[in-house]
T-cell receptor
Framework: EIVLTQSPDTLSLSPGERATLSCRASQSVSGKFVAWYQKKPGQSPRVLIYSASTRATGIPDRFSGSGSGTDFTLTISSLEPEDFAVYFC?????????FGPGTKVEI | QVQLQESGPGLVEPSRTLSLTCTVSGGSIGSGNYYYAWIRQTAGKGLEWLGRIFPNGGGMYSPSLRGRITLSIDLSMNHLSLQLTSVTAADTGIYFCARGSRGSYWLYPLDFWGQGTTITVSS
């Protein structure tokens, strides 16, 4: 079973700044099947990126993903006020579709 | 637009069995193009993937829950179910059901989610 770790635990930034979030897998993720989700309190998670770099439908282009093998990155080019949330990576290609522990992006 | 809605008891006593239902509307649960998963959010563990099921009933479960969890699907009622036995306080959290699309050999991410149902394990 793949184990995902995320860093940092918390990212303290201001609106307009760039956010770079990391997700590392314990073994190579086949097919680059890594997704990123945004989770806000009281809401369901929302998928932002899948297959490492493909934006999901309706996701603004300030969100981008990259990576392969064991190292993956989510970048938010210029933070908007609504982007302050917790972000989780997930191996989605096959089961178990494990999640990482999350990175909180706070003001 | 597909919608998913979880329902459950809210409060479960320790050592009992938790039973949850996820009702799917706006689409047939029997379509082979999709799969369904259960995820929970607990205080200490963020998002935890619990298991997934295909419309033909094929399920796979988190290794940490194997032996306690069973997923099932009822095509006639257009809903899926989760049963978790021998619950403890560690099973307290918000339980979500979600749907993703199936590729030929892999699974796409979960792009439709229910609102979640809060479960507390306590006597």
């Amino acid at each position: 079973e793949i184990v995902l770790t995320q860093s940092p635990d918390t990212l303290s930034l201001s609106p307009g700044e760039r956010a770079t979030l990391s997700c590392r897998a314990s073994q190579s993720v086949s097919g680059k099947f890594v997704a990123w989700y945004q989770k806000k309190p009281g809401q369901s998670p929302r998928v932002l990126i899948y297959s490492a770099s493909t934006r999901a439908t309706g996701i603004p282009d300030r969100f981008s993903g990259s990576g392969s093998g064991t190292d993956f990155t989510l970048t938010i080019s210029s933070l908007e006020p609504e982007d302050f949330a917790v972000y989780f990576c997930q191996q989605h290609g096959n089961s178990p579709q494990v999640f990482g522990p999350g990175t909180k992006v706070e003001i | 637009q597909v919608q998913l809605q979880e329902s459950g008891p809210g409060l479960v006593e320790p050592s009992r069995t938790l039973s949850l239902t996820c009702t799917v509307s706006g689409g047939s649960i029997g379509s082979g193009n999709y799969y369904y998963a259960w995820i929970r959010q607990t205080a200490g563990k963020g998002l935890e993937w619990l298991g997934r099921i295909f419309p033909n009933g094929g399920g796979m479960y988190s290794p940490s829950l194997r032996g306690r969890i069973t997923l099932s699907i009822d095509l006639s009622m257009n809903h899926l179910s989760l049963q978790l036995t021998s619950v403890t306080a560690a099973d307290t959290g918000i339980y979500f059901c979600a749907r993703g699309s199936r590729g030929s050999y892999w699974l796409y991410p979960l792009d439709f989610w229910g609102q979640g149902t809060t479960i507390t394990v306590s006597s």
